[in-house]
């Protein structure tokens, strides 16, 4: 059998649209405006890229569905339970390993995941040898919305979004300094023309000026610190050039609608964070942002590497538990099944918002990650992945798929990306080296 | 040169000569500097969130309200990531917001204005006044005197900015937000010019930045900046003097003695902040249902605790350094002292007090601020206080675990009631052994201390036993394993090389081993006062001399940011 999502999901449609009629449209149009891939105007939707990640890893022997296979051949595994609303839209992919030294734990599984690479051993310490793979795609597919990329997470710890050594990409975790960063001043909503403020492009000169400084400045530095300079003024341009595209029309996209204001503060309760509440509210902004075209690359840090965070219920912090509990360690269990549930919040912002007739989720490809596999021995083998949309169309849903083994998950990591727009060649390097993608998960 | 800083260095020791310690001997002549020394290159340090927060309220008399690009730890110091981090996309937006907010304020407030407005506009657009404030604030942002197409071309925003907006203030608004933003108020950047000896040096302007930075956490003041423009800076009296005023303003300590106001500034506060790792503590994590004793203000109390302790040490007593581990002297608020279960020094605020004398909590290490940093969320964790101890306080290397260990511990049981029983496990196994002998039998010397730092004398019905070795020497409990490190050579050499990345930005490398030599030696010879190793590094070549650009590529591998915006 050809298996292809576009075709599935067509058909799908086809049926649904025939026989329920819970699509207010009549079934002859669903055909023909094939996959929900369309702008109102006929261009085809943005594909985006979704990066979410946690930290301290999962239980393999608990993360794995027990069957493989499509559609109703394979199940959830009771660590994916959560996310049962999504399995339409989930591929999971287990058996694969990152094949690189597993030389610092925690440090290894993150550099190797997200770049393919070693760490790099530069003169300012242990640093990710080159762009993450969010800052990949957004070099590559991120160069004409508002924000080139957006870095998010309800306890992020900074984060891990690289754009290249030492150059992390902090991400915010206060719900209110993200919906001002992205629906504060200069966001104009879709058919509002924008009123222009004098003051953008004074603001504009004055970071014209900040950026002759900091080329002036470069011109006198080694070799190092001028790469440095160079991400700054790199920041710089990215502003100006965003205040510029304040005076133009928005992107004209009809799902595009102003988000509630989140609250100003949430407080840890009983001492432990909202977790889940911050990264439900946060996920329903860049959701939107998606949906208003603000940028075409986010990534989630939900939680860092080696995080002690409290989980709800949890007895000791989530890294302390990892290592110190015995037996098959429920407790762990059920953080990442906590973890999952966050996860699936964030599927269902993408889920919740129409876009045509599909979803944002439709639209893009999340990739859902972490620093290691089983916790408890900082595992590189059988690692997590799972990835969640087709990318328009581009990736098979609804499958889980086991690799024999010895396989890298650099195949899964070039298949996502390609499938949302970035032209590679190969990831990794050395055994985790690869020129193909996962050919198992692609249409 | 040589010469000249040795014979400083004497005239100093006869100011500040002082018996050895418990008076022995006699401190014998002073160390003179002879290290054999290759200057590196230079560092090129971002503002750290507190040096930024403090040189805008210096330079605005505002706060800033707004976040900003936050630090970067590397091989355990921000200090050391300030070295190689640089701005992200966020951190240009958040750089911009915070300079135009603390510009408005500013101006919004008459006295503020005057201060930085310093000539009556004739009207709307007055470019002379505009320049005169240009070169002011200039000066004191960039920490340098504008070059003349600098100041034309920052006037010319004033006055394009007053002439869209109408006002000459909104022109000034702009002028600051555009020297708020520049690298060269956010960057460091200092090369050094080569003498006539053929010595690179810092220059006076270069050498009033890094004064400034290390001692205030914070950018020059007009005086400071006035011994730079006299080139005093480079002279061995003129840096004295410079330091002696420096430490002895207000801007040199977080913490006014016995309980006055706190302010943000304090080189020594930060330095401290830095090594110890005691920002950590404005967000200390514990479960309010384990430690009943846990609050919101808790952490941050137990931070004031420490900083006030280490501040009151080094600029009220000049004490010895290495009597911090063992002294009962300390600073307490209620809050600390019903944790300590000790009366209250005093009814508001913090106020000196000695611990009981019948106590084992003694030091730095019997605070808080280590016990609850250094512990879980629910419980303690010799491992991590054990590790803390051999990085932060002893400067020892403890390599990462090994991958594809099982790392678990057993639960509680009538066998293993206590943590001692349990962790038992990484000593046993030799693959754990290695680096857990170094860390876990220190760390359990704390067990009497619980997750938030209160004392318990039992864990589980069991009597705990807190007693130990470190590197062969035993303790009873960890007012005896105060003494030993108080005792240990690789103390107070510990923090002389965390001053030393402190100070330079940067970690030592074997060039920098005589240079480091010295310093000790020059510590132990104060009676191992902070203040005079402190002092005698900022005489040191180390402080004032610099290498040539480091024009080579050690990552040639590396791949940065290709795209375009």
């Known amino acids: ?443 | 040169m040589r010469a000249s800083t040795a014979g400083l260095l004497g005239m100093l020791a006869l100011a500040c000569q002082t018996p050895g310690k418990d008076g022995q001997d006699g401190p014998g002549p002073q160390p003179t500097w002879a290290a054999s020394w290759d200057a590196a290159s230079p560092v090129f340090r971002r503002l750290t969130v507190t040096e930024y927060e403090n040189a805008v309220q210096d330079l605005l008399g505002v706060e800033v309200v707004t976040a900003v690009e936050p630090d970067v730890v590397v091989n355990g110091m921000r200090s050391l990531g300030a070295g190689s981090s640089s701005i992200s996309q966020r951190g240009v937006e958040q750089y911009e917001a915070a300079a135009f907010n603390a510009a408005s304020s500013a101006l919004a407030d008459p006295e503020l204005h005057a201060s930085l407005v310093p000539c009556a506009p004739q009207a709307t657009v007055d470019d002379a006044c505009a320049a005169q404030f240009v070169e002011q604030f200039g000066r004191l942002a960039w920490r340098r005197p504008l070059e003349q197409a600098e100041v034309d071309r920052l006037t010319g925003i004033v006055h394009d900015a007053a002439t869209v907006l109408g006002t000459f203030d909104d022109g000034v608004e702009y002028g600051i937000a555009a020297m708020l933003q520049s690298p060269n108020f956010l960057f460091r950047v200092e090369q050094g010019e080569v003498g006539t000896d053929g010595v690179r040096r810092y220059t006076s302007w270069e050498m009033a930045t890094r004064l400034s930075f290390l001692l205030w956490d914070s950018v020059p003041d007009e005086a400071l900046l006035d011994a730079a423009a006299a080139d005093e800076l480079t002279t061995d009296a003129g840096l004295s003097a410079a330091v002696e005023r420096m430490l002895a303003d207000p801007r040199a300590r977080r913490y006014a003695d016995d309980g006055g106001a706190a302010d943000t500034h304090g080189g020594l506060a930060a330095f401290f902040d830095d090594a110890y790792l005691l920002y950590g503590l404005e967000s200390l994590s514990k479960d309010p249902l384990v430690y009943e004793a846990m609050s919101a203000t808790l952490g941050p109390a137990a931070h004031e605790q420490t900083l006030r302790d280490l501040e009151y040490w080094v600029f009220d007593t000049d004490n010895d350094f290495r009597d911090l581990f063992t002294t009962r002297i300390t600073h307490l608020n209620r809050e600390l002292a019903s944790v300590y279960d000790v009366p209250a020094p005093a009814r508001t605020g913090f106020a000196r007090t000695e611990l009981p004398e019948d106590g084992i909590r003694r030091g730095l290490l019997g605070q808080v601020s280590f016990l609850a940093l250094l512990a879980h969320p629910t419980t303690t964790s010799p491992t991590r206080r054990g590790k803390y101890i051999r990085e932060h306080i002893l400067c020892e290397v403890i390599p990462a675990p090994p991958a594809g260990v099982n790392t678990s511990i057993p639960e509680p049981s009538g066998e293993a009631p206590t943590l001692r029983d349990r962790v038992a496990q990484h000593l046993q196994d030799p693959y754990c052994a290695g680096c857990h002998k170094l860390m876990d039998p220190v760390g359990l010397g704390y067990e009497n201390f619980d997750g938030i730092g209160r004392w318990r004398a039992i864990e589980n019905n069991t009597t705990i036993d807190a007693s130990g070795d470190l590197d062969g020497n035993s303790f009873h409990d960890a007012w005896d394993l105060g003494k030993l490190i108080a005792e240990e050579s690789h103390t107070p050499k510990c923090v002389v090389k965390q001053l030393f990345m402190y100070a330079l930005g940067r970690q030592p490398t074997d060039a920098d081993d005589e240079a480091l030599d010295y310093l000790n030696e020059t510590f132990a010879w104060s009676g191992y006062r902070v203040r005079h190793v402190l002092n005698e590094l900022v005489m040191s070549p180390a402080f004032r001399e610099v290498n040539e650009l480091d024009m080579t590529v050690d990552d040639t591998d590396a791949d940065t940011d290709g795209g375009t915006p």
């Open chain 1, 1 to 443: 059998m050809t298996r292809k999502g576009i075709d599935r999901r067509t058909l799908l449609r086809g049926i649904l649209g025939g026989a329920a009629v819970s699509i207010g449209l009549p079934p002859l149009e669903l055909f023909m405006n094939s996959h929900g891939t369309a702008w109102a105007s006929g261009e085809a939707f943005p594909t985006r890229l979704g990066l979410f990640c946690w930290g301290n890893g999962n239980i393999p022997s608990r993360w794995t569905p027990a069957a493989t296979g499509v559609d109703d051949a394979w199940a959830l595994s009771e660590q994916l339970a959560p996310l049962q609303d999504f399995k339409r839209s989930l591929a999971v992919v287990t058996g694969l390993d990152i094949l690189l030294p597993n030389v610092a734990p925690h440090g290894s599984g993150a550099v190797g995941i997200l770049t393919g690479r070693k760490t790099l051993e530069g003169p300012g310490g242990s640093t990710y040898p080159s762009p993450t793979l969010d800052q990949v795609a957004a070099n590559a597919i991120g160069a004409s919305t508002r924000f080139k990329s957006i870095e998010y997470g309800a306890k992020a710890g900074g984060g891990l979004s690289y754009g290249g050594p030492y150059a992390l990409n902090p991400a915010e975790e206060s719900p209110y300094a993200l919906f001002q960063r992205l629906f504060g001043a200069g966001f104009t909503l879709p058919g509002d023309t924008p009123i222009i403020d004098p003051a953008w492009a004074l603001r504009r000169s004055v970071l014209d000026a900040v950026g002759e400084d900091s080329a002036r400045i470069r011109a006198r530095l080694g070799i190092a610190d001028q790469r440095r300079l160079e991400q700054h003024l790199y920041g710089v341009r990215a502003l100006e050039l965003r205040l510029s595209r304040l005076e133009q029309d928005p992107p004209d996209l009809a799902a595009c609608t102003m988000p509630t204001e989140p609250a100003p503060e949430y407080p840890d309760l009983e001492g432990r964070a909202q977790l889940r509440e911050k990264n439900r509210v946060m996920s329903e902004l860049v959701a939107m942002a998606w949906a208003c075209d603000q940028t075409r690359v986010v990534s989630n840090f939900l939680t860092h590497p080696v995080n002690d965070v409290l989980f709800p219920d949890a007895p000791m912090g989530h890294h302390q538990l990892t290592h110190d509990e015995p037996g098959d360690q429920p407790e762990v269990h059920a953080i990442v099944k906590h973890v999952m549930e966050c996860f699936s919040d964030t599927l269902a912002a993408c889920a919740n918002i129409a876009e045509g007739d599909g979803t944002v989720l439709d639209h893009c490809a999340w990739l859902a990650t972490s620093e290691v596999s089983l916790g408890r021995l900082h595992s590189l083998e059988d690692y997590p992945l799972l990835i969640a949309g087709s990318a328009n169309g581009r990736l098979l849903n609804d499958i889980h798929v086991r690799s024999a083994g010895g396989e890298s998950t650099s195949h899964v990591i070039l298949s996502v990306l390609r499938a949302v727009g970035v032209t590679l060649p190969s990831w990794g390097e050395d055994d985790n080296l690869v020129t193909d993608g996962y050919a198992a998960i692609e249409t």
